[in-house]
């Protein structure tokens, strides 16, 4: 079975920039979340869809968007990029969060310089 | 507000030895706990996952165990071998306002295992 795909795995933007990631979750998952890693604040929510509904967002600013797919592929957009951008974005995929395990994918790098 | 906490932020022992990594969390409001290893620069992947009514996980060379009424989780590595080394994650899913998709995550425990 294949794990979360993330794509790009690098990128780099430059200030006021906007640049989308995307994310396939395991077959099967109808959840995705999406969190930002960074040195300073760790591992931080960004959102939750289920079934193309976004159930859950975390306390990040209007520029950081997502939607959901019916084949529950994920994107995350974040727009006019900041330097406080730069992060690793980890996607997760799950059957049902509440219940079982969170599977996250590898991440992708985004630099912003 | 839910909050998690790792002790130690990081631990290096020699190869062999049995260790425990210690996570607590604020509320007691979980839907369930896992723990997570990270490799350097790479994605996080799922050692154990306990739910709230459980009180203890067993994978391997791997225990995990939780206590919620105090808030308590500490996963056990036994025989601790060089590939262990790595960062080791806690994060609950709270039941805090029905957000069952967040996990919230402790700032980790960064284990070396010397040969």
């Known amino acids: 079975k294949a794990g979360v795909t993330q794509t790009p795995r690098y990128l780099i933007k430059t200030r006021g920039q906007q640049v989308t990631l995307s994310c396939s979750p395991i077959?099967?998952?109808?959840?995705v979340s999406w969190y930002q890693q960074t040195p300073g604040q760790g591992l931080q929510f960004l959102f939750e869809?289920?079934?193309?509904?976004?159930?859950n967002k975390g306390n990040f600013p209007g520029r950081f968007s997502g939607r959901q797919f019916s084949n529950s592929r994920s994107e995350m957009n974040v727009s006019t990029l900041e330097l406080g951008d730069s992060a690793l974005y980890l996607c997760?995929?799950?059957?049902?969060?509440?219940?079982?395990?969170?599977?996250f994918g590898p991440g992708t790098r985004l630099t912003v310089t | 507000k839910q909050e998690v906490t790792q002790i130690p932020a990081a631990l290096s022992v020699p190869e062999g030895e049995n260790l425990v990594l210690n996570c607590s969390f604020t509320?007691?409001?979980?839907?369930?706990l896992q723990w997570f290893r990270q490799d350097p620069g790479k994605g996080l992947t799922s050692l154990l996952l306990?739910?709230?009514?459980?009180r203890e996980q067993t994978s391997g060379r791997l225990n995990a165990s939780l206590d919620k009424s105090s808030g308590r989780s500490t996963l056990y590595i036994a025989a601790s071998q060089p590939g262990d080394s790595a960062t080791y994650l806690c994060?609950?899913?709270?039941?805090?306002?029905?957000?069952?998709?967040?996990?919230?995550f402790g700032k980790g425990t960064k284990l070396s295992v010397k040969p």
């Open positions: 997760a995929s799950s059957l049902d969060p509440g219940i079982y395990e969170q599977y």
């Open positions: 077959s099967g998952h109808r959840s």
């Open positions: 869809y289920f079934s193309e509904t976004q159930r």
């Open positions: 509320d007691s409001a979980i839907y369930n």
């Open positions: 306990i739910q709230s009514s459980q």
């Open positions: 994060a609950v899913s709270s039941a805090i306002g029905g957000s069952q998709g967040n996990l919230i």
